[in-house]
């Protein structure tokens, strides 16, 4: 069957089929709106991002299945850094004429399988013909007490930087890609199906630890330079302390060492939180039960600035703070 064939209602009702729905009172696919109540005394986080053939991503090293996983994930990924429950997402879709329909579907399955791994349920969207590349738009919807929603600013001078996970895989993955250079397959996974870092985020939300928190996407530097504007202050990275994994390592062993990928890469979907250095044992323990490293890369400071030092003590010249879209 041809996506021509199924026609926009037909697809709709593919889509629908994937996917569990909210139960009355709630409502989710088939009404001109959804209707979804929040836990009482809660608030909703909601987020958008789109993703756009070409510049997100490209179709010829990126399987559907992980390609509908990944633009959710990057969605959740939103929520963990709020501390938020994840709830509702919708969907909107701009799809190219005679785009394979198996493709669509394949990527709806791998998008159904996060959305219930995080239990957040697929309430509605829009569909609608691309004159370029495949658009996919998501909107996600959580929920958490307001007390605890955990924001960009908020980091007081003193406090620890913290990062979870490596830094530096996704961005060697996608040169790897790019360049048909044979790399560790799991740096190339780290690339295509980003494990959005729900469990940790709500944990850190809920224990009260966190001062400020963001989800690095553009590279540690840039996105540490979002919560430092935000709160007053600046920061000083130690890069000696940046968690890498061993198969970025093992990639870097016979080169000089590509910080750049490290702390500007991007797409590294880990959270970088603050927190007062008297909450240090309640972190570790904390991210030991959520089965995710986290680690003390650096210092808030008054300075207004992020600064790296290199391990020689010098400082890091960053080529660059973030994707540039514009
Ligand atoms: P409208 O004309 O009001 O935009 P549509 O005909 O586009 O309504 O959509 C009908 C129903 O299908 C709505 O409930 C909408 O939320 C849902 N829907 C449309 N496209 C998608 C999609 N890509 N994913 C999930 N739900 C969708
Ligand atoms: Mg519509």
Redesign the pocket.
Known sequence: MKLSDLGEFGL?GR?EGRFPQPVSPELG????G?ILSPSPGKQLVVSTDLLAEGVHFDRSFCPPRLLGRKALAVNLSDLAAMGAIPRWFF???AIPQGFPLEDIEQMLDGMSAIAGEHGCL?A????CSSSSGLVLSITVMGEQFPGLIIRRAGAKTGDDVWVSGSLGDSSMGLLALKSGESVDPWLINRHLDPAPRVGLGLALAEAGLATAMIDISDGLLADLGHICRQSGCGANVFLKDVPVSSPFLAKTASEPFPWHLVVSGGEDYELCFTASPASRGAIAELAKKSGIQAGIVGIVTNSGQVQAQLPDGTDLKPSSSGYKHF
């Open positions: 709709i889509i696919i088939g009404d001109d959804a969907l909107s879709l697929l509605g969207g829009d569909t």
